[in-house]
Every structure is written in C-alpha cells, then in structure tokens.
C-alpha cells in the first residue's frame, strides 16, 4: 500500500504565471482535500473532492482551482499567481469523507513565486 | 477568523519530563479534535482524537483533554523524547464539515536530552 505522493517537491513561478500541483492518493482513498500552509500558519482547507466531485470549498479565491480523476489522483490549479500564493501545498487523501475518518498528508509542495 | 488557537509558538522541556500543549477553539458546533504531528519536510501525521462528548482519551504516552465549557483542549505527553521534537498542530472538524479540518497554526515542541 503506497502512501500519498505530491509533486513536484519544490517549484519557483513567476507572478502571474499558472501552476498545477498533483497528488497522488493513498490506495482505496476516494477523498482528496487539499491545503494551503504559509510560514508559520496552520495548514488552510482550500477545498474538498470526493468520487470526483468537489465536496465544499474554504475561503480561495475562484483562481484556485482543482480535479479529482477516476483513479482518484487530484491536481491543484492555481492561475495568476500572486506573491502571497508562495506557501507549503499539502493534500491529504482519505477512504471517506466523513467526520472521524483519518486522513493522510503527502509531503507537500513547496511553491515559491518571484 | 481563527477559530482554531495555538497560542503558544514554541514549548522547550527536558528528556523524561511531560510536555502541555494547549488548543482553543471558538466553534462550539465542532465534533471531533485531533492532533498531529509534523517533521521538516514530512506532511502532518496523525497522533490522537478525542470526540466532543468525551473529555479525555489516552493513547500509550499522549492523552488528550477536552473542556468543552472552556472550549479548550491539551495534548500531555508522558514521558517525552527526543524524537518527539515536530510542530503539533492542533484541527478540528464537524459532522457537516467531514473529513475537512481546520488547523491552529502550530507549536514547535523542542525535547532537550
């Protein structure tokens, strides 16, 4: 059993730019949340997928944006960025998406933009 | 709105003596507090949980106390290691949010030998 897996572990954008961020979920996980850690903050929900679709969303703007594919793999999207978009992205996958169910983080990816 | 709070940064203890490390929350609607734990370069790992009607849950060395009138909680690990040195973070969620946690921002526990 194969935990989750993010990539890329480190990228550096330019403002403006748009980016993709992937994971990869651990095996027989159907939910995917993704979060936003800048320095020294706590982890931020940006949103929620489960079976595909998008399960509820925390306070980003439209330009954050996401998919969950068959295979439950996920990407993050973000377009336009913005130099306070530099931040630790995490995601965490989970068998479901209810309230007690344990989810597990891949290691993040680290985005820097200039 | 922060409705999860760490509000000490950082907490430093010697080797075989109990680390304290406190939560509040404003949200009287969460049902379930968790913490875990985070290494450099390593995503958050999860230690212990504790539902809202219970007040206390103990799991080996860490146990985890919930007071709800106060709205606030604490990790106790007895006795501390080295190896215990990570950020714990503090996050919580309700029944209508799922498996979507809200997250205090952090506090780096340093075990000294």
């Known amino acids: 059993e194969t935990g989750v897996t993010q990539s890329p572990t480190h990228l550096i954008k330019t403002r403006g730019q748009q980016v993709t961020l992937r994971c990869s979920s651990q095996?027989?996980?159907?939910?995917v949340s993704w979060y936003q850690q800048a320095l020294g903050q706590g982890p931020q929900f940006i949103f929620q997928?489960?079976?595909?679709?998008?399960?509820g969303r925390g306070n980003f703007p439209p330009r954050f944006s996401g998919l969950q594919f068959p295979n439950y793999s996920s990407e993050l999207n973000v377009n336009a960025l913005e130099l306070d978009d530099s931040a630790l992205y995490l995601c965490a996958s989970s068998h479901d998406r209810r309230v007690n169910t344990e989810a597990f983080f891949g290691q993040g990816t680290r985005l820097t933009v200039v | 709105d922060q409705q999860v709070k760490q509000n000490s940064p950082s907490l430093s203890v010697q080797e075989g003596r109990i680390s304290i490390l406190n939560c509040d929350y404003t949200?009287?609607?969460?049902?379930?507090f968790l913490w875990y734990k985070k290494y450099p370069a390593e995503g958050p790992t999860f230690l212990i949980s504790?539902?809202?009607?219970?007040d206390k849950n103990e799991d080996g060395r860490f146990t985890v106390f919930l007071n709800k009138s106060a709205k606030h909680l604490s990790l106790h690990i007895v006795p501390s290691q080295p190896g215990d040195s990570a950020v714990y973070f503090c996050?919580?969620?309700?029944?209508?949010?799922?498996?979507?946690?809200?997250f205090g921002e952090g506090t780096q526990l340093t075990v000294n030998p």
């Open positions: 095996s027989g996980h159907n939910t």
């Open positions: 997928y489960y079976r595909e679709e998008e399960n």
């Open positions: 996050a919580a969620n309700t029944e209508t949010s799922g498996s979507r946690l809200t």
């Open positions: 504790i539902s809202s009607i219970k």
């Open positions: 949200n009287s609607m969460f049902d379930y």
